[in-house]
C-alpha cells in the first residue's frame, strides 16, 4: 500500500495527501487498500470511516481533510454543509482555456453510461471557477495548465464541466482526454484547502505541490 504523506496533524484532526489511484474509502464489501484502510492501521479512531471528511475520485491525488475527534468532525461536515471552505485543484486539459471563468452547470448521473455524470438541466448545481495558470504546446496541439477554485462538490465535477466545454482532462479517458501511456488517470490534484479550524476557529491554509507523475507528464510538453 502506497504511503499516505501526513501534511498537518495536531489532536483534533489531520490533513493528508491521497495518492493516484487510490480510493478514499470503503465503497464495496471486501475492498481493500483504500485510504481509510491505511488510516485504521497507522491512526486509528472510532470515527466513521475513520475520520474522513471528504471524498476524491480514486484517480486524483491530493489534500484530504481526516479529523481525529467527533467535535472536529462535526465542525469540519459544517464547513462543508456551508461551503465556507474553499478548495482549489490544478488541472491540464486539453484545449486553449480562456483566462478565466465561471462554469455555472448543474450535475446529474448519466442514464446511459453506469459510474459516469454529466451536465443535465434535471441535475444539482454545480459551479466551478478557473483560471488560467499556463500553455503548453505539443504536435500542434495547445493544452491548457489550469487553477480550480471547486464551489460545490459534485462527483466528477471538474472532469465532466471541462469536458462538456470540450477541454477533457489529459488523461480522463471516461470523459474524453488524452490518454498517456505514463499516466494512468486524470492530471488532477487538489493542492491547496482553505479552513478554519474546527475547534479554535483559526483560518489555516495548507498548501502542496505537484506530485511526480504530474511534474513528469508536463515535462513531456512545450510552454506556449
Same mark, same amino acid.
Given at each position: ?72 468532525? *462535526?465542525?469540519?461536515? $459544517?464547513?462543508? !454543509? ?5 478548495? @482549489?485543484? =490544478?488541472? &491540464? %486539459?486539453?484545449? #486553449? ?29 454545480? *459551479?466551478?471557477?478557473? $483560471?488560467?495558470? !499556463? ?5 500542434? @496541439?495547445? =493544452?491548457? &495548465? %489550469?487553477?480550480? #477554485? ?29 490518454? *498517456? ?44
Amino acid at each position: 500500500m502506497e504511503e499516505v504523506k501526513i501534511i498537518f496533524e495536531d489532536k483534533e484532526m489531520m490533513v493528508v495527501e491521497k495518492p493516484p489511484l487510490m480510493t478514499t474509502t470503503k465503497e464495496r464489501k471486501g475492498e481493500e487498500g483504500t485510504l481509510e484502510d491505511y488510516l485504521q492501521k497507522v491512526k486509528p479512531n472510532n470515527l466513521l470511516r475513520n475520520g474522513i471528511v471528504h471524498r476524491l475520485d480514486k484517480g486524483t491525488s491530493g489534500l484530504i481533510m481526516v479529523a481525529k475527534t467527533e467535535e472536529a468532525f *462535526l465542525g469540519l461536515k $459544517k464547513q462543508f !454543509k456551508e461551503r465556507s471552505l474553499s478548495k @482549489k485543484y =490544478y488541472c &491540464l %486539459v486539453g484545449g #486553449d482555456v480562456s483566462f478565466e471563468g465561471t462554469i455555472d452547470m448543474p450535475i446529474a448521473r448519466s442514464k446511459y453510461a453506469f459510474a459516469k455524470f454529466g451536465v443535465n438541466e434535471e441535475g444539482k448545481r454545480a *459551479l466551478t471557477k478557473f $483560471k488560467l495558470i !499556463k500553455k503548453y504546446k505539443k504536435d500542434g @496541439k495547445i =493544452y491548457s &495548465l %489550469v487553477e480550480v #477554485d471547486l464551489k460545490t462538490g459534485r462527483t466528477h465535477q471538474i472532469r465532466v464541466h471541462f469536458s462538456h466545454l470540450r477541454w477533457p482532462l489529459v488523461g480522463d479517458r471516461v470523459y474524453g482526454g488524452e490518454p *498517456l501511456e505514463d499516466l494512468r488517470r486524470p492530471f488532477l490534484h487538489a493542492y491547496q484547502i482553505i479552513f478554519k479550524h474546527p475547534i479554535n476557529d483559526q483560518e489555516m491554509t495548507i498548501k502542496i505541490d505537484l506530485p511526480k507523475d504530474l511534474v513528469e507528464i508536463l515535462k513531456k510538453y512545450e510552454e506556449y
